[in-house]
């Protein structure tokens, strides 16, 4: 597997998009996305901020690509992010992929959505996907998203039956709409379990430039402050930051809830598992493989591709066996989730 460096990122996109320019004098579409024998080079993803490495969805984006390359047999292509890079730094990146002969082409994250779908508009035969973004509306591009706000009531509800204080904390990354969705379950799903419950709420920064899903020193202070107020479990939704929001829930031997994937099963973490109650997952890894799988079969999905507690796409993991075991918090938990599926709760979106 090839992995590229930002630095060479940087040079290797601004030369593809000056290749481009000349070539084309920046305006023909593109129509390129195969080797020579007319088959696709295989997946490429580009991360979000972060990069590999965050234990979040980034890493989750990764292993959907390893099971593509391993059940098709090619060589996927992985690209990190530059620091403060731009909307054209992304669009470099996407093109370049594409004109590589990559199919499909993920962007993960929100901050992809200008990106992909100029780039999709160049490279009209090649499958465009984006991780967390429902906004682009074009036939090659696939929307990879999911209902955060189910799990996160879930969450809820398990910091509400195993909370001692009758008191919980929420950090998040960014204030940002697709943040809010987590505070908004969370919130909803603790105060439906038990009204008189406490919620401590507070974002790292107002923009992703700030380092709010990059910054554990950042996320642990947020956990600090409100462990110091009377929280004895904390749920984080701050991507690498969430790192340092567990290391301080876990030297206060107090709860800590992950998130996107299951953090107790996470090597980097292992020294606080013990005190990883659960984590709100949601299935990246699967999107973006059955993107890949839908190229390969020739039959590219697009539009909005929801994962939900329905599809089993976003769920609480079990590994804890202190979670698993705690015959209270599962029944609750359980509850809850029929009814979200059922329909009888309506989980909020925005706080």
């Known amino acids: 597997m090839r992995r590229v460096s930002r630095a060479a990122v940087a040079g290797a996109a601004t030369a593809a998009l000056a290749l481009t320019v000349s070539a084309c004098g920046g305006t023909s579409n593109e129509s390129s996305s195969a080797d020579g024998d007319g088959k696709s080079k295989g997946i490429a993803i580009a991360y979000d901020v972060g990069g590999q490495g965050d234990q979040s969805f980034n890493d989750a984006a990764f292993a959907g690509m390893q099971k593509a390359e391993k059940e098709f047999g090619y060589e996927g292509n992985d690209v990190e992010p530059k620091d403060g890079e731009s909307d054209a730094d992304k669009v470099q990146r996407l093109t370049s992929m594409a004109k590589q002969g990559y199919n499909p082409v993920v962007g993960v994250g929100y901050a992809y959505a200008p990106a992909v779908k100029e780039a999709a508009a160049k490279f009209p035969d090649t499958t465009f996907g984006i991780v967390d973004d429902s906004t682009i509306k074009a036939k090659n591009v696939a929307d990879l998203v999911f209902s955060e706000q189910e799990a996160s009531y879930l969450a809820g509800v398990a910091a509400a039956k195993a909370s001692k204080t009758r008191h919980v904390g929420f950090v998040g990354g960014v204030d940002v709409p697709l943040i809010h969705k987590f505070e908004a379950g969370f919130a909803q799903g603790a105060k439906d379990t038990d009204p008189k419950i406490k919620v401590e709420r507070q974002y790292l920064t107002e923009t992703a430039d700030e380092g709010g899903f990059t910054s554990p020193d950042k996320g642990k202070a947020a956990a600090e402050a409100q462990l110091e107020k009377g929280a004895d479990v904390v749920y984080h939704a701050a991507g ?108 909020q979106e925005k706080p």
């Open 240 to 347: 690498l930051s969430g790192q340092g929001t567990i290391e301080a829930a876990a030297k206060a031997k107090k709860w800590a809830i992950g998130v996107d994937s299951d953090q107790y099963e996470q090597k980097p973490l292992a020294a606080y598992k013990k005190y990883i109650l659960t984590s709100a997952t949601k299935d990246v890894s699967k999107a973006v493989f059955n993107l890949a799988k839908s190229v390969q079969d020739g039959k590219p999905a697009t539009g909005v591709l929801r994962g939900d507690l329905k599809s089993g796409e976003v769920a609480l993991s079990d590994s804890n066996p202190e979670y698993a075991n705690d015959k209270k918090i599962q029944e609750a938990v359980k509850k809850a989730e029929e009814g979200i599926i059922g329909g009888s709760i309506k989980v």
